[in-house]
């Protein structure tokens, strides 16, 4: 891995970092570009410009690791607000959500990861909507699967994330292409050990592409989560070689990059997703995208240098 994205990741776990960075007179620009706000409200209001634009949204309330069940019980109830507020206002045919095991109880307890996670899937379904888990270091791999099975039994919809840079993905993809089955593939965002993932990014694009013919090939519902514009472009051959016509995938990029390449591809009638964080808790995520990508961290310098 670059020293350079070492280096960010190592700072998102470092909580001195953190209070300096969450201290800092950042300006609401620089969080704004990825984030859509701290506040239910605020992340509304993004969402409806989204989707005014043609763009679906999953929306992820930031939070992870959490090792305190009422912090839990709090990305709970944030859930079920959100999910109140997408129904109220109409949103919830095009928005969905997002959620991270870690932030409702995983590292305490899975069952009641599994208790809570449960929680907001019924209040999806009430809403009229789906959700995903999110996927973290490759240390809760199987217990999200584990997770994600139980709920299927449930609610048929529920999705996950697989990573393609762990060795096991492919494996995973091939497990998960049934019939309703929602999977969003992406590369993978944690510093992760050889032992388990591929470290060269040619590696990673390799199992990137067997992955997406494993789920083009397959009946479920393939999620095809990068910004990869060489990706993109295999995904949208391979679509037509498996005879996937627009609606039976779709594209999903990160709220705030590549915006023009979500709409250019909505406007060729596939269904485009971003993804959407909000709420107090941005640092973590914040630290991933600027470890993405060297020009993002030049951006967020800049930014505060120039406060
Ligand atoms: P990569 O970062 O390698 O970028 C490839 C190319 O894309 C670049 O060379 C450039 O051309 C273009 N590009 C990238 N960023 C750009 C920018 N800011 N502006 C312009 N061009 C840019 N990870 C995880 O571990 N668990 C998870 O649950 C999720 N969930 C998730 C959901 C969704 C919807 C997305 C899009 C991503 C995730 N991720 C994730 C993050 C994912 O693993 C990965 O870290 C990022 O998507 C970046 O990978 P890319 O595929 O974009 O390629």
Redesign the pocket.
């Known amino acids: 891995m670059n020293p350079l994205r070492s280096l960010i990741l190592a700072a998102a776990g470092n909580d001195a970092i953190r209070n300096l960075v969450a201290k800092a007179p950042l300006s609401r620009d620089v969080v704004r570009r990825f984030v859509a706000g701290e506040t239910t409200a605020e992340a509304i209001e993004v969402t409806r410009t989204l989707v005014a634009s043609g763009v679906s949204v999953t929306l992820d309330y930031l939070g992870e690791d959490t090792t305190d069940a009422s912090l839990a019980e709090q990305t709970v109830q944030s859930y079920l607000t959100l999910l109140d507020q997408l129904h109220e206002q109409g949103l919830s045919a095009s928005a969905e959500v997002s959620v991270k095991l870690s932030a409702v109880g995983q590292a305490l307890d899975e069952t009641l990861a599994l208790d809570n996670a449960s929680r907001i899937c019924a209040a999806a379904e009430q809403s009229g909507t789906t959700v995903t888990l ?3 270091d490759h240390t809760t791999t199987d217990s999200t699967l584990r997770v994600l099975a139980e709920l299927r039994r449930t609610w048929p919809w529920v999705g996950a ?1 697989l ?1 393609a840079y762990l060795h096991r993905t492919q494996d995973d993809c091939a497990h998960l292409t049934g019939q309703g089955s929602r999977v ?1 593939l ?5 510093a992760e050990p050889a032992s388990v993932a591929f470290d060269a ?1 040619h590696e990673v694009d390799l199992s990137y592409v067997r992955c997406v013919n494993t789920l083009l090939a397959g009946d479920g519902y393939p999620m095809f ?5 060489r ?1 993109i472009r295999v995904i949208a051959e391979r679509a037509k070689w498996f005879d996937r016509k627009p609606g039976t995938f779709e594209y ?3 709220y705030g ?2 915006p023009d390449e979500q709409l250019r591809l909505a406007r060729e009638g596939h269904t485009v997703r971003a ?1 959407v964080p909000y709420g107090e808790q941005w640092y973590g995520y914040l630290m991933r995208r600027l470890a ?2 060297p ?2 961290t030049a951006f967020f310098l800049r930014a505060l240098a120039s406060r």
Request: with cysteine.
């Open positions: 999110d996927m973290e994330v990573q969003r992406c590369k993978g965002a944690y990014g989560a990068t910004h990869d514009p990706l999903q990029m990160l990059i590549r993804y993405e990508r020009a993002n």
